[in-house]
């Protein structure tokens, strides 16, 4: 099992990335999550998934380990092969398919092309437990599209003055929860910041 490969990355496409390592250049399947969040011609370390099939061998690349593990957690689920799961991280984000899941929003991975009804719901009848389990939180709703701008404004925004990441969801979930209406992302960052004290 390859865990994780480290190098520069000689060519980037929305798709793939072919990442230099000993010697050798990588062709590592990626979602446009993890597109976004990465560089060319700087080292990087993708964390990685090896997919074999009788006729073929894949590798899958990721910025982070909540997405890694939110792909092997979906491609466990019959009827979800790695192209569904790479498309649905692609439509959606990590946490964002997490809480979809938890919160049996069947509208929001029915949106992801190549999830049905049936298979949105087989996704939640196979998962919801467990990622509640894994992370101890209680289900909440999916935030509505211009909330999603705003928190990805505010969680780069916080993330880029040194905050935990994961923490910094957090604490964007319970605000967007408490003030639905925030009207921007700077009020959004301010109310962020007293619920970090």
């Known amino acids: 099992m390859i865990t994780y490969v480290k190098g520069p990355i000689t060519k980037k496409t929305p798709t793939y990335v072919i990442v230099e390592a000993g010697g050798i250049g990588y062709h590592i399947n990626i979602s446009l999550y993890t597109h976004a969040r990465i560089e060319t011609n700087v080292i990087v370390q993708l964390l990685t998934y090896f997919h074999v099939k009788e006729d073929s061998q894949t590798l899958y690349g990721f910025v982070e ?59 939640i009848v196979e998962l919801k437990d467990k990622l509640l389990k ?29 905050f935990n990441r994961i923490r910094v969801q957090k604490v964007l979930n319970k605000v967007l929860k408490e003030n639905p209406k925030v009207p921007n992302a700077e009020t959004l960052i301010k109310l962020a910041l007293k619920n970090m004290a």
């Open 134 to 162: 894994d992370s101890g939180e209680e289900a909440t709703a999916l935030p509505t599209a211009t909330d999603n701008k705003l928190r990805e404004e505010a969680l780069s925004a916080l993330t880029t003055l040194g």
């Open 65 to 123: 380990e909540a997405e890694r593990d939110m792909f092997i957690k979906l491609i466990s689920v019959s009827g979800i092969g790695p192209n569904t799961a790479r498309i649905l991280l692609s439509s959606i984000t990590p946490q964002e398919a997490r809480t979809a899941i938890i919160s049996e929003d069947i509208r929001t991975l029915n949106a992801v092309k190549g999830i049905g009804p049936k298979t949105a719901k087989r996704l």
